[in-house]
């Protein structure tokens, strides 16, 4: 028989992203004001056909060809020279005009909508994100640069390259690349080996003045940036002795600014993205922000970058389950040609639970967004600002960890179909893992949790306890049949308060912060989803039981129950009795240590 007789399964079709996301919809529709709705509703609809064709088109070069868009570098030229040019592939080089065209870095410091313009570019970044090769990897970390400039940048720094950072001229518009990773510390900043000594020694340094960088970055991504931020060291040990600095990497006849690729990265995922381990040998960099305060100026590009990475993963969870939704819709069971996949409840109960955790984290995401449009236009109060300090890293640790473990099992839905390229599910798990690792592991992020709270002696877990305690008074007579949720919350919040107790108390317990990072996610969502919820009872819409029901399973679900128990049993847990979990576990991981070992 012909490949071309017999049955022919009828090829999936992707629906348009933004008209077939109604939980995105309903966000938007609840905390954007009208006059401003409006607007962007019309903007995400004209952006969802330029998504469905030719950006599909380019991404689709991906799937079926991987080796193509992969980066190369050509280190020397015929003659010995050092060249160091990187190349890029098309799809790669047209996606990042795009980007620049549609504002998505541009948008945020246009700040037409003022606090709104941060959800109204998070969510185009958003629908751009599945489709994209990961060129928000540049965007996010450009977009970071703009903000860090316009905070400590001098006048000087402000107007030479704010505008090239935010332009929405393809031709004209720059990225930033962020370098701090090194060899010997990894996420931990504060053995940093790259120095900086001012290119004017007999002079007090200053903002914007020019340094001359020495060094060895080991993970550098968007290596095909205009600029970059990098840490180096200019005064005694630790992180207090970093200072943060813009390097340009190239000069105006695209000659090397002393910067040199030693190789690029052979990665998993992000294939179209060029990453690369830089050699920095008397780079010329500019001084931002004040002299040894490098960790503290550079804080402001995480708060970012760590939101773009939420969203990041979040979209590959959205289009994992359009794939999955949509080829139910065309693929019979059960030997009969006229039932569905949709039409099975196993099939679906299962899409249901990942879509729960899609919603979740949507509203958790962009209610952080909310609180930096918020802090950017001075318009956040106090606790906000402590909350989104603290929401940040739980955020991003969050959303990577719950969004990427449903990929594999949405994978399972398309049957053999899902394992083959073509059809995204191995872009998608390759691609959206990086944001387990990017801007922080899980641990790394816990343990910035713990920095917040001893940094605010509690306060920044107070404020959030205190508008969760605001959420459910505010909300609990609209949504009578969640009491039974609203008492599992409150009783939560409650363990929040005595873990708070518990991490602030010296020794610091390290069975606790990964935890209480995940007790706090799973709160903070939960309360997004009441908000929701409320918003669509007290409009009588038709999703209003469902919302409801969403918050009903969300509170009791599993992963929750779980961290609540984890907590509980760290906060109980006596020294001696942590003493000996912490063996056990030592143990179960690398074995006895014993004298006169057997050893091959």
């Known amino acids: 028989m012909r490949v071309e007789q017999g049955f022919q399964q009828t090829p999936l079709k992707l629906p348009l992203p933004y008209s077939s996301d109604h939980a995105l919809h309903s966000l938007l529709e609840r905390t954007l004001p009208h006059s401003i709705h409006g607007k962007v509703d019309d903007e995400l609809r004209q952006f969802e056909k330029r998504i469905a064709g030719p950006i599909r088109e380019l991404a689709a070069i991906a799937d079926t060809l991987p080796s193509s868009v ?4 050509t280190q020397f030229d015929q003659w010995g020279q050092r060249v160091d040019k990187l190349h890029t592939s098309t799809s790669w080089q047209r996606l990042k005009g795009i980007a620049a065209e549609e504002g998505l870095v541009g948008i945020a410091f246009e700040r037409d909508e003022a606090e709104f313009s941060r959800t109204r570019v998070f969510a185009k970044s958003y629908l751009f994100a599945p489709d994209g090769l990961y060129v928000g990897c540049p965007l996010s970390m450009t977009d970071g640069c703009a903000r860090v400039l316009e905070l400590v940048g001098t006048e000087q720094q402000k107007r030479e390259y704010i505008p090239l950072l935010c332009s929405r001229d393809p031709t004209k518009a720059w990225t930033a690349g962020q370098w701090m990773t090194e060899r010997p510390g990894g996420s931990d900043v504060s053995l940093t080996e790259t120095t900086a000594r001012p290119l004017s020694p007999n002079s007090t340094p200053k903002p914007g003045d020019k340094f001359v960088l020495d060094g060895f970055k080991w993970f550098s991504s968007a290596t095909d940036g205009d600029v970059a931020l990098a840490l180096a060291r200019t005064g005694g040990k630790g992180s207090k002795g970093l200072s943060l600095f813009l390097i340009r990497l190239r000069d105006e006849q695209g000659r090397t600014n002393g910067v040199f ?27 931002v922000g004040p002299l040894n305060s490098g960790v503290k100026t550079i804080s402001s590009v995480l708060n970012i970058t760590r939101l773009h990475s939420s969203i990041s993963c979040l979209s590959s969870l959205t289009r994992a389950l359009q794939l999955v939704k949509a080829f139910a819709e065309v693929r019979h069971i059960a030997g009969d040609l006229g039932a569905k996949l949709s039409d099975n409840a196993m099939h679906t109960s299962t899409i249901a639970g990942s879509e729960i955790v899609h919603r ?24 906000e600002k402590a909350r989104l300090r603290l929401l940040t890293p739980v955020v991003k640790a969050f959303a990577a960890d719950l969004t990427t473990s449903e990929l594999p099992r949405l994978m399972e839905g398309l049957g053999g179909q899902g394992y083959m390229v073509e059809n995204q599910f191995a872009r998608l798990i390759a691609d959206a893992n990086v944001e387990r690792i990017w801007e922080g592991t899980t641990s790394i992020l816990a343990l910035d949790v713990v920095r917040v709270a001893a940094q605010t002696k509690g306060g920044a877990i107070k ?32 363990l929040l308060a005595s873990a708070t107790h518990s991490l602030l108390t010296p020794p610091l317990d390290l069975l606790l912060p990964r935890p209480l990072l995940f007790l706090i996610g799973y709160l903070a969502s939960s309360l997004h989803l009441i908000e929701q919820a409320a918003w669509s009872a007290s409009r009588q819409r038709e999703e209003a039981a469902m919302d409801a029901w969403v918050v009903e399973r969300w509170v009791g679900d599993g992963g929750a129950r ?23 576990e030592r143990e179960v991981v690398y074995g006895f240590a014993r004298e006169g070992r057997s050893k091959l």
């Open 463 to 494: 404020e959030f306890v205190s508008w969760a305690h605001q959420v459910l008074s505010s909300t609990s007579s609209s949504l009578p049949s969640l009491s039974s949720s609203f008492s599992t919350l409150k009783s939560r919040l409650d």
């Open 261 to 287: 690729v030693h190789r690029l990265k052979k990665k998993f995922g992000t294939k179209a993205l060029p990453t690369a381990e830089l050699s920095i040998e008397g780079a010329i960099g500019e001084l």
């Open 562 to 584: 779980e961290v609540e128990r984890r907590v509980r049993e760290c906060v109980g847990m006596k020294g001696e009795e942590r003493e000996r979990e912490m063996t056990r």
């Open 70 to 73: 992969e980066p190369s570098v």
């Open 360 to 383: 979740a984290v949507l509203q958790l995401s962009f209610g952080t967004i909310s609180l930096l449009g918020k802090t950017e236009t001075d318009k956040a109060s106090a606790g």
